[in-house]
């Protein structure tokens, strides 16, 4: 079985541009999740999204957002870049929103 | 809501040494709970999970955890590390009608020879 996969793996960005990350969720999964995990910071919520609607939303901007397409796959955008951006965010999918979460590698953004 | 406190930010220990990483949580809803190991440049990997049932959960790697509910805790355990245990490892908790989980702070195992 496939894992988790997110692309790209790394992203260099400037401030103010725009970043586009991806996520496909194992087979049969359909929630998937988005978190931040910046320098010493831990892991932060992002966003939940299940059945193609976004079901919870972590205390973020709202420059951050994302959406569910209908093979739950799931794209998170990011406008307006800081340099507080900069962190690994890490998307994880379930099965159901009552099964563990299974996370994929991370896409790595730089904003320079 | 919930909450977790991973009461260790690092903990080393010496290889074939018995280790506790130590995980207390709060949350006015009954819960699951997780233990996530991560290796550097790397998502997260599920060690274990108590969802219902006994306490005491076994994992992958030779870890298991213990639920105690009148503490609120959830210490994960292994008998004999190894330096290949050498990672991040983070508590998490997930109300049982809830969908995100809430992730501790994160605990950093480093195993000596």
């Known amino acids: 079985e496939a894992g988790v996969t997110q692309s790209p793996t790394h992203l260099i960005k400037t401030r103010g541009q725009q970043a586009t990350l991806r996520c496909s969720p194992i087979s049969g999964h359909t929630s998937v999740y988005w978190y931040q995990q910046a320098l010493g910071l831990g892991l932060q919520f992002l966003l939940w999204?299940?059945?193609?609607?976004?079901?919870n939303r972590g205390n973020f901007p709202p420059r951050f957002s994302g959406r569910q397409f209908p093979n739950y796959s799931s794209e998170l955008n990011v406008n307006a870049l800081e340099l507080e951006d900069s962190a690994l965010y890490l998307c994880?999918?379930?099965?159901?929103?009552?099964?563990?979460?299974?996370f994929g590698d991370g896409t790595r953004l730089s904003i320079l | 809501a919930q909450s977790v406190t991973q009461l260790d930010s690092q903990v080393p220990v010496f290889e074939e040494a018995p280790v506790e990483l130590r995980c207390n949580y709060s949350s006015s809803v009954s819960v699951y709970l997780f233990w996530y190991v991560q290796y550097p440049n790397q998502g997260l990997q599920l060690l274990l999970k108590?969802?219902?049932?006994?306490?005491l959960v076994k994992g992958i790697n030779g870890f298991e955890a213990e639920f105690n509910k009148s503490q609120t805790s959830f210490h994960l355990r292994k008998p004999s590390v190894h330096i290949s245990d050498t990672a991040e490892y983070f508590c998490a908790v997930k109300g049982t009608n809830a969908g995100k989980s809430t992730f501790g702070d994160g605990t950093t195992l480093t195993v000596k020879p």
């Open positions: 999204y299940d059945e193609g609607e976004e079901r």
């Open positions: 108590y969802l219902s049932g006994s306490t």
């Open positions: 994880a999918s379930s099965r159901d929103s009552n099964q563990p979460q299974h």
